[in-house]
């Protein structure tokens, strides 16, 4: 008989066919697991898949009696109480860099279409505006990349290789994280001063109670009027309700998210403004990145069963 | 009196301040010329101010008995007829390299754009689909930049730009030009082998007689059902109508396209295609751009009323 594992996140069934292939699947939907499965079915419950980004508390793990890993799909890992976790000797797994390539390209992706506004010059070509010779204040020349300054914040695996690619596009490249490392980027010892010398500030910092809504109404003020912010760690390091108040003033020119607080939502006072680029949390999604996830997910979930230590595990808070 | 500047084409009245400081401008607003000004004032026209891609022809030059210089604005000038110009000792300045990074930033905008799907991921945040779980096909998972095999057609400054750019995103990079330099990337030797090889065609190309419709029905095949077309060259490079064609029954993946055959018009067969991101000739539009391109204009024509050769100056074919 087939391992068990609980599929606590709602996840599309095409992500999950890999591992239907070789463990047996309890699928929630995303739904509470008590309201889909049985106490029974339940109770013999040792590891479960989730998105990195659910909430996953002690009260939660202490649902399944004999759970001994939680398997993040993805790099993330924010959503689980890693001391809740740890105090019941349940291991924490992810899917370290497997799309960091896939995330710092959405990054770039978000830069570029907000700084040259493409989905608005994709509507004036397709309504006819650009043959008709309609003003559009919205399509006046912008700086460009060669000379611009990009903040980036958190320089784990994905911030290097916005870095890197940032540097390809001849703009000077700034950092602030917890460590100076060993790069060819200008450090900046806090978040203040990074806004201050950036023009775009590109958050790829990781998640978690010491970053909530630590880019804030300050910090979007020190990048003025000609500044952008392009989140796509997670919603919750931007002060939300201080970006939609500093987008409509035009404390700052645009934005570019990936990632919201309360997703998939998004908050009509945000989703009305034109000098911002939305996506829907697609950074990772790629058919290489899916794959790589895939990978550490499964081999996390082997060597679980196994009983031998989650090769891509979490170290405890 | 100020030297007279005849403005050949319709240009922003922004763009043409700084040659209002030191010229006297006639500006037709892109009106033939003998509609908007008298025989006599048109009779002593010495230069002209045009877009490189308006059609000026020697039947258009005739017009003009005492002219000695076409100043391109931007890097192109493959609407002068260089051998009439030749023929009339008219010499024709352009802007070289001037846009190059703003107009290679500009295709891989539209490549990442293209790929990532930005503008139907925007409206599908902004019309609430995603908050209401709805499925779009189009929002599926597709390949990413690393490995993408990444083929610029055309060698010059802005070729160069655009694969350098490319390789920050690990991404393969070929092309295929009139020469072989010595770049670290893979030479083909043909645009049909450039195309079998590749998964995107970067069209970089200087657009002249040589290069009208180049990249035609046989070379969008070769790319394939994951292919797709950047052009940020000229409209007429491409076949439009073949490429409709291809795009419509999924030959090809998608395309960005910030130029068309016939500008300001995108085809509405075209323009109706959910597979393709649209930009309204924006390539050269930042602000450094400019700058860099009205130095060049100012330049050229500051050496002609000097009596100087232009500094900025097209060989003639």
Chains 1, 2 share one sequence.
Request: aromatic share 8%.
């Amino acid at each position: 008989m087939a391992d068990k594992v609980l599929i606590y996140s709602r996840f599309p069934k095409t992500m999950m066919a890999r591992f239907a292939e070789r463990f047996e699947l309890l699928d929630t939907g995303g739904k509470p697991a008590h309201e889909v499965f049985s106490a029974a079915e339940l109770g013999g419950i040792r590891t479960m898949l989730t998105a990195g980004g659910s909430p996953l508390g002690a009260e939660a793990m202490d649902l399944f009696p004999k759970l001994g890993a939680i398997v993040c799909y993805g790099t993330g890992y924010d959503g689980v109480d890693l001391k809740a976790a740890a105090a019941r000797k349940i291991a924490v797994g992810h899917s370290p860099g497997a799309n960091a390539a896939s995330v710092a390209d959405i990054a770039m992706t978000l830069m570029l279409a907000t700084t040259r506004r493409i989905p608005v010059a994709d509507q004036y070509v397709r309504s006819g505006d650009w043959a008709a010779s309609k003003q559009s204040p919205m399509m006046r020349p912008q700086a460009g990349m060669p000379g611009r300054r990009i903040g980036v914040y958190g320089m784990g695996e994905i911030g290097r290789k916005i870095a890197a690619r940032c540097a390809a596009f001849e703009s000077e490249v700034g950092y602030f994280s917890r460590s100076k490392y060993d790069l060819p980027y200008q450090y900046f010892p806090t978040l203040e001063a990074l806004a201050d010398w950036s023009s775009v500030l590109m958050i790829a910092v990781r998640a978690g109670a010491g970053t909530q809504h630590v880019v804030n109404a300050d910090i979007l003020k020190r990048l003025g009027a000609n500044g952008y912010v392009v989140n796509i760690s997670r919603g919750s390091v931007v002060d939300e309700k201080a970006l939609v108040a500093a987008l409509t003033d035009q404390t700052i020119a645009g934005a570019g998210l990936d990632v919201f607080e309360k997703e998939p939502h998004a908050p009509d006072a945000l989703t009305a403004l034109p000098n911002v680029v939305f996506a829907p949390h697609i950074g990772g999604h790629t058919l290489e990145s899916h794959v790589a996830m895939q990978n550490c997910v499964l081999a996390n979930l082997s060597a679980f069963f196994e009983g031998k230590p989650l090769p891509y595990g979490v170290k405890s808070a």
